[in-house]
């Protein structure tokens, strides 16, 4: 139950805070961003340690494959903090310029929303790694939740955020990278 409450709040403060850079308040912005994604990260490290991890290794085949996820989990989790965090930089939504306009380089070039791909893929790894109910479920739970906020970031809040939001979406897809954009150098 605290899992959820606190990824819900976590999300909904990450919606406060696109909605305050609607209206140029930088100071809540900024702490509802802060308390936004601490929501988030307090919720996956709560399941990290709140659930029992009960992965049997038996085999040198079984430590290779729970290897693999833990390094695609680690990986994942560094995209998204890459994504949300370097790449954006961490200057550019409280920008003095009264025109904003969004990033389409990067995994920003590769699909609108990168850093829900990456949390979807960090939390696929999470439950392969743990098996465990309550983590799936709360997992589910955020991807539901996070997939929600980008729907009215895409729809309501960016095109009012980025001047350039429009034609951006016309260039770039929502959150499946196109497969020639990806594998063209």
């Not at 590769?110 to 098996?131: D, E, N, Q, S, T």
């Amino acid at each position: 139950m605290t899992a959820s409450i606190l990824s819900a709040t976590g999300f909904l403060f990450l919606f406060l805070f696109d909605l305050f850079q609607i209206y140029k308040k930088r100071t809540l912005s900024s702490i509802f961003s802060i308390i936004g994604y601490a929501g988030i990260v307090s919720t996956v490290i709560l399941l990290l340690f709140s659930c029992e991890l009960t992965y049997s290794i038996e085999t040198e085949f079984a430590l290779f494959i729970l290897t693999v996820k833990i390094i695609g989990a680690i990986f994942f989790f560094f995209l998204l903090f890459y994504s949300n965090f370097i790449e954006i930089g961490l200057k550019s939504p409280y920008s003095y310029s009264s025109e904003r306009y969004a990033l389409d380089s990067g995994s920003y070039g590769l699909v609108r929303h990168p850093g829900f791909l990456w949390l979807l893929l960090a939390l696929i790894m999470l439950v392969l790694i743990y098996k465990h109910i309550q983590f799936t479920l709360i997992s589910i739970y955020m991807i539901v939740m996070n997939f929600i906020l980008i729907l009215i970031e895409d729809i309501i809040l960016f095109p009012r955020i980025f001047n350039n939001y429009r034609e951006y979406k016309k260039e770039v897809p929502f959150i499946i990278p196109r497969i020639r954009k990806v594998l063209r150098p």
